[in-house]
T-cell receptor, first 114, second 110 residues
Framework: GAGVSQSPRYKVAKRGQDVALRCDPI?????LFWYQQALGQGPEFLTY????????KSGLPSDRFFAERPEGSVSTLKIQRTQQEDSAVYLC????????????FGDGTRLSIL | RKEVEQDPGPFNVPEGATVAFNCTYS??????FFWYRQDCRKEPKLLMS???SGNEDGRFTAQLNRASQYISLLIRDSKLSDSATYLC???????????FGTGTRLQVFP
């Protein structure tokens, strides 16, 4: 069956450019999460949606990071004026409600800022 | 103190060995826990949920010790294909936000 789909798989951008990363969750999954994973580290939480509502954005590192899920399905993570420290793998995960269900991850987008 | 702590390893073990990883968590209110497996340059994949009574899935056994606030993963009869990073995961209390450990790297050699 279809899993979580992320695109692009790889993204290279120059410092200062804006980027947009897309996540298509598993059909019917209410909850959607974005994580950032640096090399040698575990994923770090960025933000979380339940349907179209962004319930927690406490992990977004700065106001250059913005996420949306306008119709409660596909989500986009946007990073404005990218910096080198934004280079990481960005993982999207989805899960069924209610709370406590395991999350299923997409392949991730590997972002490199030059 | 980090919310979820793991020994990063690496653990280098021969095929057939039994290996165990521990993970400590700081939020005593956490209710459910997971072990994820992550292969190099791949996404994390759910390995096991961890229940209060402990649970077993083939060669893998997960245990939860609430008093000492740690969870463990035991792998018996290690296979070469078990080589990966194992991530310990605890949700924050009353939310769906997952807190990951840094992962423990396992390398099984012939």
């Amino acid at each position: 069956g279809a899993g979580v789909s992320q695109s692009p798989r790889y993204k290279v951008a120059k410092r200062g450019q804006d980027v947009a990363l897309r996540c298509d969750p598993i059909s019917g999954h209410v909850s959607l999460f974005w994580y950032q994973q640096a090399l040698g580290q575990g994923p770090e939480f960025l933000t979380y949606f339940q349907n179209e509502a962004q319930l927690d954005k406490s992990g977004l590192p700065s106001d250059r990071f913005f996420a949306e899920r306008p119709e409660g399905s596909v989500s986009t993570l946007k990073i404005q004026r990218t910096q080198q420290e934004d280079s990481a793998v960005y993982l999207c995960a989805s899960s069924l409600a209610p709370r406590g269900q395991p999350q299923h991850f997409g392949d991730g987008t590997r972002l490199s800022i030059l | 103190r980090k919310e979820v702590e793991q020994d990063p390893g690496p653990f280098n073990v021969p095929e057939g060995a039994t290996v165990a990883f521990n993970c400590t968590y700081s939020n005593s209110a956490s209710q459910s826990f997971f072990w994820y497996r992550q292969d190099c340059r791949k996404e994390p994949k759910l390995l096991m949920s961890v229940y209060s009574s402990g649970n077993e899935d083939g060669r893998f056994t997960a245990q939860l010790n609430r008093a000492s606030q740690y969870i463990s993963l035991l792998i018996r009869d290690s296979k070469l294909s078990d080589s990966a990073t194992y991530l310990c995961v605890a949700p924050t209390y009353n939310t769906d936000k997952l807190i990951f450990g840094t992962g423990t790297r396992l390398q099984v050699f012939p």
